[in-house]
């Protein structure tokens, strides 16, 4: 257990719809991302909150995409109007400012767009 | 802009064996932190050992150990006495020193670890 929740574990949506994943740390950390996975690749960097704010987006985050992290606690990440490419692992990870400079992964997200 | 590269897309290893993952990264910073990730089949990626850039001296973690080439911008995992469980993906991952901390991962190694 490395301290990240992420629901729901598996999502198989329609082409079309929208989709929200969550993403809840156990404990407090003021860094949290999201990674896109595919498969055979390595996590793509997707975009980065400190606390409640959202410092940096990744080219990848289309208009269709928009993450949110009120209170700098829980975060969601929403994909509007979805296409088969998004079919992906989504993955949160939290970090701490300070000596202990690795991310902590959750089991992610897996999307079936269908 | 960074990269990392892992030229290896799958490894085979015998049981008890030592075997060798290669990364390796570009960057114009003098200040950053490497990592290597392992991801079992469906589940969670895991931190397997860290190193700091502006240490000279190679991280150890137990059975794994690196070898960091800061002028080369190298950064291979060494495995020792390899197990079954040591069966995984793993990825190579860079983290800026500053800014927005972002990790900027390989594509990683499959590594088979053959009984």
């Known amino acids: 257990d490395t301290g990240v929740s992420q629901n729901p574990r598996h999502k198989i949506t329609k082409r079309g719809q929208n989709v929200t994943f969550r993403c809840d740390p156990i404990s407090e950390h003021n860094r949290l991302y999201w990674y896109r996975q595919t498969l055979g690749q390595g996590p793509e960097f997707l975009t980065y909150f400190q606390n409640e704010a959202q410092l940096e987006k990744s080219r990848l985050l289309s208009d269709r995409f928009s993450a949110e992290r009120p209170k700098g606690s829980f975060s969601t990440l929403e994909i509007q109007r979805t296409e088969q490419g998004d079919s992906a692992m989504y993955l949160c990870a939290i970090g701490m400012t300070g000596k202990n400079t690795e991310a902590f992964f959750g089991q992610g997200t897996r999307l079936t767009v269908v | 802009a960074q990269t990392v590269t892992q030229s290896q897309p799958e490894m085979s290893v015998q049981e008890a064996e030592t075997v060798t993952l290669s990364c390796t990264y570009d960057?114009?910073?003098?200040?950053?932190?490497l990592f290597w990730y392992k991801q079992p089949p469906s589940r969670q990626m895991i931190l397997v050992i860290r190193q700091e850039a502006y240490k000279q001296q190679n991280a150890t973690e137990n059975r794994f150990s690196v070898n960091f080439q800061k002028a080369a911008k190298s950064f291979s995992l060494k495995i020792s006495d390899s197990q079954l469980g040591d069966a995984a993906m793993y990825f190579c991952?860079?983290?800026?020193?500053?800014?927005?901390?972002?990790?900027?991962f390989g594509t990683g190694t499959r590594l088979k670890v053959l009984a």
């Open positions: 991952a860079y983290r800026t020193y500053s800014g927005t901390y972002k990790y900027i």
């Open positions: 960057t114009s910073e003098s200040d950053y932190y």
